[in-house]
């Protein structure tokens, strides 16, 4: 993915696709409580590196009060050394943004430095003395930039961005419905509401789907950004909403990013990746064009995106939501040119009505053979131009 690709991303994307790693954490050896529930937190390390990104790739956001805050807050510090490495780090393409905010999340609150939990068995073991240095200059940053008073200074503000996503959060069985479907757990689930983190272009909404591989399991994140314009009330001169009170985008974002959790360390195991290059010749200019326009752009992620996005519809029509799953289907298949979605959905219904298959992973050397069938002159008959 270009730098070029990353700045797109940073204008009009709604989902950032969470990132492949070395291969599935182990699972944990204590008992996990089956009644886990999404915790919503903050977190003034992603704070922080959203603050970061609104120099790297300025923009104008006025329906995002704590973006325009912190534009105002922060613009002393916009050629800080910490700002300087970001953009270099991001420019030539050593690391991707949300992969510094995934990086982050390793890590004790900033001021420390100090990790939370080893990157050794994470994608980024082999780039820690650049991380380190540059963990640095952001805590460096955070001090410098007194983050810390910009964030208690506006507390009501974030807490009641808090508020209104706790208001908002998938159904109590959420958990036990994602964990069941792809039958394997994760330890911990959290959404952190980022009210500083830009948006812009058509959507105007953003999600981040970090996870951090711990040493008795795997957190996963969703970082979100506010998704409803955000105005004043003319009388009180207060703000009396938040941007977050947005039922859908966060269900449909928890589905989405959460489940790249479960299905990007799969793909990224070395033979799940030699079975996924069997058909790479299907990532034919055609396809890629309308998958790039995504910042899809390569076959990994094209494949990604089809296997979330299709957790998300079975998802959606399995615990009940048919005309949602109905809603996602035509969109994720006919606006957006997911063109393999139909065959896998009928493949995964196999799947679902037999237990033998002991994982999500079991069962992929079937699923991703229903590409087998396609061919140049069917995918481009399928691929609408939008």
Known sequence: MTYKMQHTIFLVSILILGFACSGEPPQPQNDVPKNKKIEVAFNPNIHTSHVIELFVWPGEYPTRPMVVAAQEYFAPYKKHPAIRLSDSLLQNEIFYFDELTEILLYLEPFPSTTFKYPLENSPYADRVDVVKEW????????????????LATNQAFYQGA??????????????????????????????????EMPTGGAYGQRGIGPYIFAPDGMLIYQVISASLPVEKDSATNAYTSYGFDNEAFTLRNSYHEFGHAFVNPILDKEKNKSLLNQYAHLF???????????NYDNWFDCIAEHLVRLGEIRLAERSGHIKWAKVLREKHTKQLNFIFLPELEQKIKVYEQDEKYDSFEAYLPELLGVLANFDEKTIIGRIKKN
């Open 135 to 150: 963990i640095k200059l952001i805590a460096d940053f955070y001090v410098d930039a007194k983050v810390e008073d910009f």
């Open 284 to 294: 034919i200019p055609a396809l890629k064009e309308v998958m790039e326009k995504q």
């Open 162 to 195: 808090k508020k209104e996503v706790l208001k908002n959060l998938p159904p109590d069985d959420f958990v036990q419905q994602i964990e069941s479907y792809y039958r394997n757990s994760r330890l911990q689930y959290t959404i952190i509401p980022a009210p």
